[in-house]
């Protein structure tokens, strides 16, 4: 894995072979990147990494300067690698949390800019996730949910549902508040 852009633009980062994550490919995440660049100025927006697993997409939000990070994942190891890696690049704006990421939705109480959520492909809940970021008014206004997703998974008819690109074999369903 590495990062593509910013301050660290191609650091290679080797991340433990036994941590239960697919991290988004480089050709996806330099397109998200594209995406999001258009609708805002990355310095000064707030992120949200749900289903974060390596720390992929937050290493890139921080490396291009975004000030706050959240990154959350339910396994120890993801979690304990991402500190460890913020640590080692100086990313002090980058806290990753434990939690399933339902359970911290239903807790969270801050919004955010931009929230990315990278659940795996066969997760059951990718419309019912976008429903309780919108329900709970997760977003600044004018900010975006991104999901990536399989071939397979359908968010069309999503009220907030804005449009859906494919990168390869990667799906970002993209939502507006």
């Given at each position: 894995?590495?990062?593509?852009?910013?301050?660290?633009?191609?650091?290679?980062?080797?991340?433990p072979r036994n941590l239960p994550s697919r991290p988004t490919t480089d050709f996806a995440k330099e397109a998200l990147f594209n995406i999001l660049q258009n609708y805002f100025r990355l310095?000064?927006?707030?992120?949200l990494d749900l289903f974060a697993g390596t720390g992929n997409i937050s290493y890139e939000f921080a490396?291009?300067?975004?000030?706050?990070?959240?990154?959350?994942?339910?396994a120890a190891a993801c979690v304990r690698y991402?500190?460890?890696?913020?640590e080692q690049l100086g990313f002090t704006g980058l806290q990753a949390i434990r939690?399933?990421?339902?359970q911290f939705?239903?807790?969270?109480?801050?919004k955010w800019d931009v929230i990315f959520a990278d659940p795996p492909?066969?997760?059951?809940?990718?419309?019912?996730?976008?429903?309780?970021?919108?329900?709970?008014?997760?977003?600044?206004?004018?900010g975006l949910l991104v999901i990536e997703h399989g071939r397979d998974t359908k968010l069309e008819e999503h009220p907030e549902f804005v449009e859906s690109r494919k990168y390869g074999n990667v799906y970002f369903s993209i939502f507006e508040a």
């Open positions: 894995m590495r990062i593509i852009s910013g301050k660290y633009r191609g650091k290679q980062l080797l991340a310095e000064e927006i707030t992120a490396s291009r300067g975004v000030p706050t990070i959240v990154a959350v994942d339910n991402i500190n460890q890696t913020a939690s399933d990421c339902q939705l239903n807790r969270a109480y801050q492909y066969d997760y059951p809940g990718h419309a019912e996730l976008a429903d309780a970021i919108f329900a709970k008014s997760l977003l600044n206004e004018g």
